[in-house]
């Protein structure tokens, strides 16, 4: 199979980590006998400094016109001086906008071999640690009206937050699809005690709840959720929230699963083709150190092979040799304890592609 993924490599880590996902796609194409042609697409701050635009149009159209994107990260301090609306991330935001993927799917598991790099205590991680956070990721406040205005000298910024239930229900149906795969149990998170769009998150996820009778749906306000995921994160199967929640929990759900850089996303709509990515950012304090764990960057390009382009064998092998790599003592310097062996981004990246196998 030949399949064409536009490449951004982006800002900070992004180009380090990015490389040794396609080194591993690379192997993968040899063992399976697929070619993955790499479309380089500008975006982010990189963009910036090159086209003057974090997402010019000729790059966008590279994206839309592949059969899926793998991403790094983009922003960094040295772009936080330029206007709002040219700021690295907002290429991302169009980005996504124009893929329509509304869907970001991102999962908290923690892998046997580094549950002592949790931090939290061994009791609590001995009890499982395996959820699903489907957050929605066209809406809401990042895609609402922003503006800053001033009123008799006095600065005040507004950005609004708006969902309809249109935009509700079709994250919601993810959450359920996703819940009737797994064990059946789906949290809804808004905080309808305060927020008019969390009332109406809660009546429509209320409402499809009746299509859906084989799950199990609960309902948790935004700021306790934040703490049930350090207290007790077994009783988690499926979480479904909005756009910013999501963004915050799912980087609190990765931390408890040992690092940020573990964890791998994918964001799809209706298309096939779809946007992944590690869930962390570019990372500028350890930029251009070899210090960047690029696991969660393999982890999406294996979840590009398994949901966008139906290659679940070799989306297994992947996982498998991340497996190996971890049994065998490897570990960058975020996941690295006692007696484990310190490896850089390169390292791991070329560890991984030798554990691939057929
Ligand atoms: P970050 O995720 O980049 O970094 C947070 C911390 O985690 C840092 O200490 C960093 O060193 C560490 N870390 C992150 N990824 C790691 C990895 N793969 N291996 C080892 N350690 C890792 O978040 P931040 O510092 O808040 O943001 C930095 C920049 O990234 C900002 O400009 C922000 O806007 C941008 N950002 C981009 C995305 C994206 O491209 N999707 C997402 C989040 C933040």
């Not at 064990?183 to 429509?204: H, P």
Request: charged share 25%.
């Amino acid at each position: 199979m030949t399949k064409n993924i536009a490449v951004i490599r982006g800002d900070g880590i992004g180009p380090e980590i990015v490389e040794q996902a396609v080194k591993v796609l690379d192997r993968i194409g040899e063992l399976y006998g697929h070619t993955f042609d790499y479309a380089e697409t500008d975006m982010g701050g990189c963009a910036i400094d090159k086209w003057g635009d974090p997402l010019p149009e000729e790059m966008l159209h590279r994206c839309l016109n592949s059969d899926s994107v793998l991403l790094g990260a983009v922003g960094g301090e040295r772009w936080n001086h330029v206007p709002g609306s040219m700021r690295p991330e907002k290429g991302l935001l169009k980005l996504r906008a124009a893929m329509g993927v509304y869907s970001n799917n991102r999962p908290a598991k923690i892998w046997p071999q580094l549950a002592d790099a949790s931090p939290l205590k061994k009791s609590i991680v001995d009890q499982g640690i395996d959820f699903i956070i489907v957050r929605e990721l066209i809406g809401g406040i990042y895609f609402g009206e922003h503006r800053t205005e001033v009123t008799d000298g006095v600065e005040t910024a507004v950005d609004i937050l708006t969902y309809s239930e249109n935009e509700i229900e079709r994250i919601g149906r993810i959450g359920f699809e996703t819940a009737l795969k797994r064990n059946k149990k789906l949290c809804s998170v808004e905080k309808s005690n305060v927020l008019d769009s969390s009332r109406l998150w809660k009546k429509v996820m209320t409402r499809l709840s009746e299509e859906y009778p084989e799950v199990e749906l609960s309902h948790m306000f935004v700021d306790n959720c934040a703490m049930q995921i350090v207290k007790d994160p077994s009783q988690f199967d499926v979480i479904v929230t909005e756009n910013m929640f999501g963004d915050i929990l799912s980087d609190e759900a990765s931390m408890i699963t040992g690092s940020i850089g573990m964890i791998p996303s994918s964001s799809l709509g209706a298309e096939t083709c779809g946007l992944y990515e590690p869930i962390h950012g570019s990372a500028p304090d350890i930029a251009g150190k070899d210090m960047a764990n690029p696991v969660g960057t393999i982890l999406a390009a294996a979840m590009m092979l398994r949901f966008s382009f139906d290659m679940a064998k070799e989306a297994d092998a992947i996982e498998q040799a991340v497996s190996d790599y971890l049994d065998a003592g490897y570990r960058t310097a975020d996941i690295m304890s006692e007696g484990m062996k310190l490896v850089g981004c390169k390292e791991c990246g070329t560890l991984i592609t030798s554990y691939l196998t057929k």
